[in-house]
């Protein structure tokens, strides 16, 4: 089937406006991730949402940051008031069970540039 | 927490060189995943490794565990242009769901 979906796959934005990231997981993957690469960089995590569980939110840079995943399948990641520091590939991921043997589908992200 | 270290940070090779990748990690591992992204795409599952001493071949690519599963290493046979790309390492973290990924080894080939 097909695999993690993500829009829009380019986002330019103003400072101060507030942007909304979709992810769309691999059906039937109850674990869903969101990461932030930054130009050159590793991987940074976010958040990470399992079933019907509380989201691990730990991750999240500051409360301008915020996700919620309906129905157990698509997700969304909100910034709010975004600044310049913000710019970056937001990417999305999912696997079966969300156990960390398990392996971690990429969408293809979301680049995200605030002028 | 978790640390991990992944060098070299960066490698230009001639293509039909040998490459190499190590990842380093404070504390016993569980397992170990790697990862690799072209550029300008997204990270691809490449392999999972999970007992010590474990060593495993996909084609020119041999991953290798260390026997203190400590350590990690992912080692390609005379490079090609197709292979470039950045290769990371993922560790488990502080919990059981999370992946700790490591700062990446970029790979450059010369045709």
């Known amino acids: 089937g097909a695999g993690v979906s993500q829009s829009p796959s380019n986002k330019v934005t103003e400072k101060g406006k507030d942007v909304e990231l979709r992810c769309d997981p691999i059906?039937?993957?109850?674990?869903l991730y969101w990461y932030r690469q930054s130009l050159g960089q590793g991987l940074e995590f976010l958040i990470y949402f399992q079933g019907n569980s509380a989201p691990d939110k730990s991750g999240l840079p500051s409360d301008r940051f915020s996700a919620e995943r309906t129905g157990g399948s698509v997700s969304t990641l909100t910034i709010q008031r975004t600044q310049q520091e913000d710019s970056a590939v937001y990417l999305c991921?999912?696997?079966?069970?969300?156990?960390?043997?398990?392996?971690?589908?990429f969408g293809p992200g979301t680049r995200l540039t605030v002028l | 927490g978790q640390q991990v270290m992944q060098i070299p940070q960066y490698q230009h090779v001639q293509e039909g060189e040998d490459f190499t990748t190590y990842c380093n990690s404070s504390?016993?591992?569980?397992?170990i995943q790697w990862y690799k992204q072209r550029p300008g795409g997204h990270p691809v599952f490449l392999i999972q490794l999970v007992k010590s001493g474990e060593v495993k071949k996909q084609k020119r690519l041999t991953f290798q565990f260390g026997e203190a599963k400590k350590n990690s290493s992912l080692h390609i046979t005379a490079t090609q242009t197709t292979d470039v790309g950045t290769y990371f390492c993922?560790?488990?973290?502080?919990?059981?769901?999370?992946?700790?990924f490591g700062s990446g080894t970029r790979l450059l080939v010369r045709p």
């Open positions: 993922a560790l488990p973290g502080d919990s059981s769901y999370k992946l700790i």
């Open positions: 504390t016993t591992l569980s397992n």
């Open positions: 059906s039937g993957h109850t674990a």
């Open positions: 991921a999912s696997s079966l069970g969300g156990l960390n043997y398990n392996e971690q589908f």
